[in-house]
């Protein structure tokens, strides 16, 4: 199975913020790489798929970057609905397998 | 949308079947996921099955396979996870998804 590992496990970051998170994965998957933003109690939601496309009707502060093993997401200037748990998943091949997850918190 | 069902209580060792109900797109085209959330833990994919015109094939993930099979019904746009041989590890919450929908999940308890 391909592993994905993200970084930081947590991050601390203020309203306005820049921050960037890291997903390796161990092996190549090319760009198929998508970025879920999950809030407590809630299903996951899509942000970002093949590495660097935003998904409809998700903020322009948020991007992705990356292909191989090594991707960002980075969100350009942190709003407070943006305060939540991320997590990559790669889809280059089966079983699909996601990052342990980001939680980005208010500092 | 997705609206899951069939969530509950089992006993280890047990049996239980999700249903996923779709609506608002065509279901037959969609290739169809399952994802589970342990309780305080990260997401985990459970599987997905292809589309019938993609050939209808189906995977897993590596703990639940031999243990978990998904099938569908495009008649009536539903989508099932029959799961046999059950552990406390597979106490999580159970979405089904087709990217970028999402249902609300169901809550699956494996205890004695």
């Known amino acids: 199975d391909i592993q994905m590992t993200q970084s930081p496990s947590t991050l601390s970051a203020s309203v306005g913020d820049r921050v960037t998170i890291t997903c390796r994965a161990s092996q190549n998957i090319n760009s198929w790489l998508a970025w879920y933003q999950q809030k407590p109690g809630r299903a996951p939601k899509l942000l970002m798929y093949k590495a660097s496309s935003l998904e409809s009707g998700v903020p322009s502060r948020f991007s992705g970057s990356g292909s191989g093993t090594e991707f960002t997401l980075t969100i350009s200037s942190l709003q407070p609905d943006d305060f939540a748990t991320y997590y990559c998943?790669?889809?280059?091949?089966?079983?699909?397998?996601f990052g342990q997850g980001t939680r980005l918190e208010i500092k | 949308q997705l609206v899951e069902s069939g969530g509950g209580l089992v006993k280890p060792g047990g049996s239980l079947t999700l249903s996923c109900a779709g609506s608002g797109f065509t279901f037959s085209d969609a290739w169809m996921s399952w994802v589970r959330q342990a309780p305080g833990k990260g997401l985990d994919w459970v599987g997905r099955?292809?589309?019938?015109?993609?050939?209808?094939?189906?995977d897993y993930g590596t703990p639940v396979k031999g243990r978990f099979t998904i099938s569908r019904d495009d008649s009536k746009n539903m989508l099932f996870l029959q799961m046999n041989s059950l552990t406390t590890e597979d106490t999580a919450v159970y979405y089904c998804?087709?990217?970028?929908?999402w249902g609300q999940g169901t809550l699956v308890t494996v205890s004695s």
């Open positions: 998804n087709t990217d970028p929908v």
């Open positions: 998943q790669q889809y280059n091949s089966s079983p699909l397998t």
């Open positions: 099955i292809k589309s019938k015109a993609d050939g209808g094939t189906t």
